[in-house]
């Protein structure tokens, strides 16, 4: 983060990019969703997916016209528990969220739920799905292919998307217990901090076409892209470090995201075809568990804290003096930023006092100076 | 392997174990559910969770007093489309596979069920399981805790069991997806094979108390039990290689596997207590999802069948002249072994020479002479 980096409070955020989205063409119900689900990530700390996303991967791509404002919500197919949709690439973040609404209300109804979707878009941080189901006293699933990125063990080639898969589910404590990673060593949103900075990554996160480590983070940038680097799986390269169970984890984010909705996959997601920008058709899965199926929620809080509580408590590592639950850091996050707002640094001033100007609304302008 | 390998043909294993267990208490039609597990592990090349594990992990067990033969499991809870199971520290295959027939009995009916135990034992290899329901056309998903040994990131102390987390589909080839692995790394049985070899184990795959890798596989296989050291998740130690991941991974299975069912985890696993030998009631889940209540079977196997084809078929690493999908290297031992049966090295002839006096089967004494 830069010198410069100050807060916006978070009323000011929603209301400008509810007011921008709807100038895109976006009807307001909808924008009311993509807001939440992008404002949720800057306050959890999943900056690498927040409100820096709205310009290059939303109203950009509108623009590109790759995209469609307007989301058709299709219904394909349907049962007591199960649904496939079809989102026909309207806007990601309202095709999952309302899937995962249908999913949850499936399990409050029968048990469990789960919605397929395929031609969706990209549809902001994964984790944010998963929380739905946690607010219902429900645990949630969830995950997405996307772009080509990771290569198999023993190979070189882009081609498995960094595929997310997520759990979400309630504690008793502050916050719910929340995993949301990449299938990946790192992804694109962390080579990004790097090359920001300057630095160098860690040798292993990504190789080259001869299966070296590449660690120059801005080459890495333009080569994910040509498909001349690609990222190993979570176990790195090889099996010594158990490669092939990222790799498999990420094939398994690859199948549930396409063949129950017979949608795209793999190499079909580039967003590239003969040189031209054309939609990534992403495909999305949102499983939902009732609790009250199995046992009192308060009782699955309880031992599901125990759980997190003992975890924390176990023997430290020397040097180190804290160990961290999956969803800790990021209710850290939301401690700190929550009287504060989003953080901006001077290229996100520019890009929303841009946004004012382009989108004709210039009563916004005062709040984006540097 | 040894010099004095051999193999055991199928059809005399299975029936020498069912007539040993039987001799051992155990109700024949519960035997032939335990045989087909324990062998199939071997058909597939889970050789450390096969029949080599009859004596020391059942039988012994079930001498010692802290496994039941006679398997009571009592339905606890039930909805259409869940169940949660107490299974009395009787016979974890039995368990197992009586509650993934019911999450499939559910799923067929309803389009999803899931089974969640407590009070189970260890229930053989895990992949067996999702397995079932893939011959049912259903997307198998299940998991387990154990005997606590990873260690969470930034700790040293053994908190998590291995916890597995498995996965199997069906695919329009000869064989299925299936990945079924510990989340930590490596597990006890790879140990094993390291310490019967003499070998060194690779650094990073278990840490001793103060953080340090220990590669010594004989001194691990000590410490592990007394506690001195633990695996380490799947990405490694620390932050840089993803281990969260690996750590949150066996974190959520951790979950699934005691907080559904108000079951034991993590310490209530050790098997000793006051310095006597006390069950493991270990706890799982098993989810069933009906392929038919979102598109055609077939077609969900084509896609899945492609996407596991273009893996196999992309640019290979220098060296590398074959990629391998989940599933595929079981396949080729099984291929292997179909018209062989079980190798046995020396150890284990002795092993089941040995049962065949303690339980009075001496018929099948020559069987097992070396």
Not at 140 to 151: K, L, M, Q, V, W
Not at 173 to 179: N, S, T
Request: net charge neutral; proline share 5%; aromatic share 10%.
């Amino acid at each position: 983060m830069t010198k410069a980096e100050r807060f916006i409070p978070f009323a000011v955020i929603e209301n400008f990019m509810v007011d921008v989205m709807v100038k895109a063409g976006i009807p307001k119900d909808d924008a009311k969703i993509i807001q939440d689900v992008l404002v949720k990530a800057d306050k959890l700390g999943f900056d690498s997916h927040g409100v820096n996303r709205l310009k290059p991967i939303y109203l950009d791509r509108i623009n590109d016209g790759i995209l469609n404002p307007e989301t058709k919500f299709e219904v394909v197919k349907e049962t007591p528990t199960t649904a496939v949709v079809d989102g026909h690439n309207g806007m990601g973040h309202v095709i999952a969220y309302k899937s995962m609404q249908m999913a949850i209300d499936k399990a409050k109804k029968y048990g469990m739920g789960m919605v397929a979707v395929r031609n969706s878009t990209h549809y902001g941080f994964a984790g944010y799905y998963p929380l739905m189901a946690v607010e219902h006293n429900q645990i949630g699933i969830t995950g997405t292919n996307a772009r080509p990125s990771i290569a198999p063990t023993f190979g070189v080639e882009n081609m498995l998307g960094t595929n997310p898969m997520t759990f979400g589910m309630p504690s008793d404590e502050d916050f719910p217990f929340l995993l949301d990673c990449a299938t990946s060593i790192t992804q694109r949103g962390k080579v990004e901090v790097y090359a920001r900075q300057g630095k160098e990554m860690p040798k292993g996160w990504v190789i080259d076409e001869n299966g070296e480590s590449k660690t120059n983070s801005q080459e890495v940038l333009e080569d994910l892209i040509a498909g001349r680097a690609a990222f190993t799986p979570l176990g790195g390269v090889g099996e010594d470090g158990g490669g092939y169970k990222g790799y498999g984890y990420a094939t398994v984010v690859e199948i549930l995201s396409a063949a129950l909705q017979q949608g795209a996959y793999m190499k079909m997601l580039m967003g590239i075809k003969d040189g031209k920008k054309v939609p990534y058709p992403l495909g999305h899965f949102f499983i939902a568990i009732d609790i009250n199926a199995f046992t009192e929620p308060d009782d699955f809080k309880k031992i599901t804290g125990d759980i997190l509580r003992q975890l924390r408590a176990s023997k430290k590592m020397p040097g180190q003096n804290r160990i961290y639950t999956a969803g800790e850091k990021e209710h850290d996050t939301w401690m700190n930023r929550k009287d504060k707002g989003v953080p901006f640094n001077d290229a996100l001033f520019d890009e929303f006092a841009g946004m004012c100007k382009t989108y004709g609304l210039d009563s916004y302008l005062p709040h984006f100076q540097k």
